[in-house]
C-alpha cells in the first residue's frame, strides 16, 4: 500500500474490484474521487448501507470508536482522511498536521473498517481556490470561531464535499470537536442533505487526558500539563452538580487553569449546548463547558456536558 498518493507506484484498484476485495484485506484505500463513487456503488448495488468518519488522520482510539460507532449503525464503514487546508489560517500548523496514511491503515484493519478515502489536495480542491463555501450559522463565530475566524467555514465546506462524494447514510463526528459537531448537525438540517448525523462521546486516555492527533506533539513535561485541561473541565463538571452558580464554577476553573506555568488559556466559558451563548446564572438544566489552550506550540481543545441545577437548588440547598 502506498503511504502517498502522489509517490503511488502500483495501479490503484477499480472501486469494484476493492469492494470486491474489502473483507479480505482490511481497508482498501481509495485517492479518486471516481474511485470511492464506483466502490460505494457497488456497495449500495448489493443493498448495503454506508457510514462515514471524516477525519484528518495520525488516526488514534478516538477515531477508533467512531469507526465502531458508525459499524453499529450500517453495513459498511468508509473512513475519509485529508487534512483540509481550507480550515487551517495562515501560520497555522497545516503543514505541521502528522501525516501517516500506512499506520492509520493498520490501525483500521484492526477495526475492521471497509474503505479509506484519502485524496490529494488537488482531487478535492482542482482550481485551487475555492469558488463557493458554505458558511456557518452565528454559533459558528463564537470561541473557535472567533480564535479561527476562517476555519468553520473550511471545515463545513469540506465536509459537506465529502458528503456528496461518498453519499453515506449516516457520518459520524465527535463530541472531541463540540462546536464543529452542532455546526455539522445544524448544516445537515439547513440544507436538508440528506444524511444522519451521529455524535460520539470523547474518547479520553486512562489519565483523563482528551485523544487528539495533536497530542503527539506534545513534549513529556507538556503532556503532564496538557493533563490540566481534563481535569478543569471535570472540575468544572463537579462544580456545577454540586450546585455552583455557573459564574462560580467558571471562576474555578480559570483558575485552576491559570495557576499552571505552561498553559496559555485561549477561553474557558460555559454556554448554551445549541447556540454557544454563555449561560446566566439564573438557568437551569444541560449546558456545556467549553475550553481551549494552548500548551507549548499545540493547541488543544475539551469540553464536557454540565448540569446547572439553578439558583433555587442552590439556595435551599
Ligand atoms: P480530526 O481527525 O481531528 O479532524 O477528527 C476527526 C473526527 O474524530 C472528528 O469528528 C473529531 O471530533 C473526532 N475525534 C477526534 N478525537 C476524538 C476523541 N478523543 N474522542 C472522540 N472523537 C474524536
Do not use: W
Not at 487534512?83 to 493498520?106: H, K, M
Not at 503532556?223 to 454540586?242: E, G
Request: charged share 20%; with cysteine.
Amino acid at each position: 500500500m502506498s503511504t502517498s498518493p502522489e509517490e503511488a507506484d502500483t495501479p490503484i484498484p477499480d472501486g469494484q474490484a476493492a469492494a470486491d476485495a474489502a473483507p479480505a484485506l482490511g481497508p482498501v484505500v481509495m485517492h479518486s474521487i471516481a474511485e470511492i463513487r464506483t466502490y460505494v456503488s457497488a456497495l449500495r448495488e448489493q443493498g448495503l448501507t454506508v457510514g462515514l468518519v471524516p477525519t484528518m488522520g495520525a488516526l488514534h482510539a478516538g477515531h477508533l470508536s467512531l469507526v465502531e460507532a458508525v459499524q453499529r449503525e450500517v453495513d459498511a464503514v468508509v473512513v475519509s482522511i485529508f487534512v483540509n487546508p481550507t480550515q487551517f489560517a495562515p501560520g497555522e500548523d497545516y503543514d505541521a498536521y502528522p501525516r501517516t496514511l500506512e499506520a492509520d491503515a493498520e490501525l483500521l484493519a484492526t477495526v475492521g473498517a471497509d474503505a479509506v478515502f484519502a485524496p490529494t489536495r488537488t482531487e478535492m480542491y482542482p482550481q485551487g481556490e475555492l469558488r463557493t463555501s458554505i458558511l456557518p450559522g452565528l454559533p459558528g463565530r463564537y470561541f473557535e470561531g472567533k480564535t479561527r475566524p476562517t476555519h468553520f467555514a473550511g471545515a463545513l465546506t469540506v465536509v459537506d464535499k465529502l458528503l456528496n462524494i461518498v453519499q453515506p447514510d449516516v457520518a459520524a463526528f465527535g463530541e472531541k470537536d463540540f462546536q464543529q459537531l452542532v455546526l455539522v448537525t445544524n448544516m445537515v438540517t439547513d440544507l436538508n442533505l440528506p444524511v444522519r448525523i451521529l455524535p460520539v462521546p470523547i474518547r479520553r486516555d486512562t489519565d483523563g487526558l482528551a485523544l487528539s492527533s495533536r497530542n503527539a506533539r506534545l513534549s513529556e513535561t507538556e503532556r503532564v500539563t496538557a493533563l490540566f485541561l481534563s481535569k478543569t473541565v471535570l472540575a468544572v463538571q463537579r462544580q456545577c452538580a454540586d450546585g455552583a452558580l455557573p459564574s462560580e464554577a467558571k471562576r474555578v476553573g480559570i483558575s485552576l487553569l491559570e495557576a499552571q506555568p505552561g498553559i496559555e488559556v485561549d477561553y474557558l466559558e460555559i454556554v448554551e449546548p445549541q447556540t454557544f451563548v454563555p449561560v446566566a446564572d439564573d438557568v437551569a438544566g444541560t449546558a456545556r463547558v467549553i475550553l481551549a489552550a494552548r500548551v507549548g506550540q499545540v493547541r488543544l481543545i475539551d469540553n464536557a456536558a454540565v448540569e446547572i441545577a439553578g439558583p433555587a437548588t442552590k439556595e435551599n440547598a
